[in-house]
């Protein structure tokens, strides 16, 4: 089938089309999902907020395997997601504020994740938790420059590595977890303003040329800009 669409490359690895499920938590974005949207070759997303949940793992009546039972599950979920789709792109989605955030991205990169994405806040310590696993891509959420920029710096300065793509909140539209927010109100935020000036930044000061996904209104079908 002939396409317009290019490619997306995000770190080393390399989706047919530039389309990145929604990561959707309680097991909606799950492994059959995910491996589905990788094999028809878009990126699919596994979400671990609440993985553990309905698995066999976890115990009602004991609240503390919630978090085993995250860890487990999301082993059992890139397993399968790889089985129905062996070369397409699986990332995993992980919410910064969860308690878990460190352990499940470790467990990512180990267990064969090929970019984690990170949402609900700036992840600023993201690098450490995946530094045995160079390929893992890392894609954290933003929502305006000033955190683009923080993030970067910060992660250039501890880590001396980059992004390999951002995710760009628009958090005018975004009907899911917002990263943060406190622009909206300044005249003349938008979207596209947010784009531009993370784009100058990323390229004139940093000197890098990473995709820029945005999500928001769209919902399952974000839409990629390159740099
Ligand atoms: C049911 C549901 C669950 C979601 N769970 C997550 C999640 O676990 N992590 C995350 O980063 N975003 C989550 N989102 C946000 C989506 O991934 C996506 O970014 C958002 O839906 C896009 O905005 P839009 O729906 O306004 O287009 C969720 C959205 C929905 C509808």
Same mark, same amino acid.
């Given at each position: %089938?002939h396409?317009?669409?290019h490619?997306?490359?995000?770190?080393?690895?390399?989706?047919?089309?530039?389309? %990145?499920?929604?990561? %959707?938590?309680?097991?909606?974005?799950?492994?059959?999902?995910?491996?589905?949207?990788?094999?028809?070759?878009?990126?699919g %997303?596994?979400?671990?907020?609440?993985?553990?949940?309905?698995?066999?793992?976890?115990?009602?009546?004991?609240?503390?395997?919630?978090?085993?039972?995250?860890?487990?599950?999301?082993?059992?979920?890139l397993a399968?997601?790889?089985?129905i789709? =062996?070369?397409?792109?699986?990332?995993?989605?992980?919410?910064?504020?969860?308690?878990?955030? =460190?352990e499940?991205?470790?467990?990512?990169?180990?267990?064969?994740?090929?970019?984690?994405?990170?949402?609900?806040?700036?992840?600023?310590?993201?690098? !450490?938790?995946?530094?045995?696993?160079?390929?893992?891509?890392?894609?954290?959420?933003v929502?305006?420059?000033?955190?683009?920029?923080y993030?970067c710096?910060?992660?250039?300065?501890?880590?001396?590595?980059?992004?390999?793509?951002?995710?760009?909140?628009?958090?005018?539209?975004?009907?899911?977890?917002?990263?943060q927010? !406190?622009?909206?109100?300044?005249?003349?935020?938008?979207?596209?303003?947010?784009?531009?000036?993370?784009r100058?930044?990323l390229?004139?000061?940093m000197?890098?040329?990473?995709?820029?996904?945005?999500?928001? !209104?769209?919902?399952?079908? =974000?839409?990629?800009?390159?740099?």
């Open positions: %089938m396409s317009s669409l490619p997306l490359q995000i770190g080393k690895h390399i989706a047919r089309y530039p389309i %990145m499920q929604a990561a %959707m938590a309680v097991r909606v974005s799950g492994a059959k999902l995910a491996g589905a949207v990788a094999n028809a070759g878009g990126v %997303m596994i979400a671990t907020l609440g993985i553990g949940l309905d698995s066999p793992y976890f115990n009602p009546r004991q609240k503390s395997s919630f978090f085993t039972a995250n860890r487990l599950a999301l082993i059992d979920e399968k997601a790889r089985s789709s =062996p070369d397409g792109v699986i990332g995993v989605n992980i919410l910064v504020g969860t308690k878990d955030y =460190p499940l991205a470790k467990t990512a990169a180990a267990e064969g994740a090929n970019l984690i994405v990170t949402g609900g806040a700036v992840a600023l310590n993201l690098p !450490e938790y995946t530094a045995d696993y160079p390929d893992v891509a890392l894609v954290p959420t929502a305006n420059a000033d955190s683009a920029q993030l710096q910060t992660w250039k300065s501890r880590y001396n590595r980059l992004p390999d793509a951002l995710i760009l909140e628009n958090c005018q539209k975004v009907g899911g977890h917002f990263t927010c !406190e622009q909206i109100n300044v005249p003349g935020f938008s979207i596209g303003w947010v784009i531009s000036q993370v100058e930044y390229t004139e000061t000197g890098v040329r990473i995709p820029l996904i945005v999500t928001g !209104e769209l919902a399952i079908a =974000p839409i990629l800009i390159k740099c």
